[in-house]
């Protein structure tokens, strides 16, 4: 896993459900199908409401129309970020579009040890709310080590709430990796 990660962000307003991360309707795809599972960043973050997201950048595709990939890197969330179903797919969709961390003030529980168990987004909470202090296309950068976000383009840093014990499962790629590496399984 890179220590630093920089990308374009994109931003989110509050209460963003699993249900806007992924539409149900999306759900049809076999995520074990390497054709079938990129459908899933095709659709990321596609049910967020414009007029809901309170941004004056809110009508911005996460992904682009027929593509599988998004420009974005680092997702920026209010309050109760993957609130809603239980389902996995919600951070898979969102790392198929080519999302690695997503920052919120909180997460969902469900959410947030999705995104660990499957490996699939590094979830950073926040002490203060960031989605009136980031837009959507600055150049950010998340340091690791120093659980940091540092936005280049308005030249300024915020300290994120520290990882702690969840690090060592996303360097090892996910919860099975984890265990297999600490000896918990053969």
Same mark, same amino acid.
């Given at each position: 896993?890179?220590?630093? !990660?920089? @990308? #374009?962000? %994109?931003?989110?307003g509050?209460?963003?459900d699993?249900?806007?991360?992924?539409? +149900? $309707?999306?759900?049809?795809?076999?995520?074990?199908?390497p054709?079938?599972?990129?459908?899933?960043?095709?659709?990321?973050?596609?049910?967020?409401?414009?007029?809901d997201?309170?941004?004056?950048?809110?009508?911005?595709?996460?992904?682009?129309?027929?593509?599988?990939?998004?420009?974005?890197?680092?997702? !920026?969330? @209010? #309050?109760? %970020?993957?609130?809603?179903?239980?389902?996995?797919?919600?951070?898979?969709?969102? +790392? $198929?579009?080519?999302?690695?961390?997503?920052?919120?003030?909180?997460?969902?529980?469900?959410?947030?040890?999705?995104?660990?168990?499957?490996?699939?987004?590094?979830?950073?909470?926040t002490?203060?709310?960031?989605?009136?202090k980031?837009?959507?296309?600055?150049?950010?950068?998340?340091?690791?080590?120093?659980?940091?976000?540092?936005?280049?383009?308005?030249?300024?840093?915020?300290?994120?709430?520290?990882?702690?014990?969840?690090?060592?499962?996303l360097?090892?790629?996910?919860?099975?990796?984890?265990?297999?590496?600490?000896g918990?399984?053969?």
């Amino acid at each position: 896993m890179e220590k630093t !990660i920089r @990308g #374009k962000a %994109f931003v989110v307003g509050n209460n963003i459900d699993t249900d806007q991360i992924i539409p +149900a $309707e999306h759900l049809v795809y076999n995520p074990s199908d390497p054709e079938e599972r990129k459908m899933f960043g095709r659709y990321a973050l596609c049910g967020v409401p414009p007029a809901d997201s309170g941004l004056p950048e809110g009508n911005i595709p996460f992904t682009r129309e027929n593509e599988y990939k998004s420009d974005y890197k680092i997702v !920026i969330g @209010g #309050k109760n %970020f993957g609130c809603g179903s239980s389902r996995e797919h919600a951070p898979l969709a969102m +790392a $198929e579009a080519g999302a690695t961390v997503v920052i919120a003030e909180f997460f969902a529980r469900i959410f947030f040890r999705n995104c660990i168990n499957g490996g699939y987004l590094v979830p950073y909470e926040t002490p203060e709310s960031l989605i009136e202090k980031v837009a959507t296309g600055d150049d950010v950068e998340v340091d690791l080590q120093q659980n940091r976000l540092i936005n280049h383009t308005r030249g300024t840093e915020t300290r994120l709430t520290p990882l702690g014990d969840v690090l060592p499962i996303l360097e090892a790629g996910n919860v099975f990796e984890y265990a297999r590496k600490a000896g918990m399984l053969e």
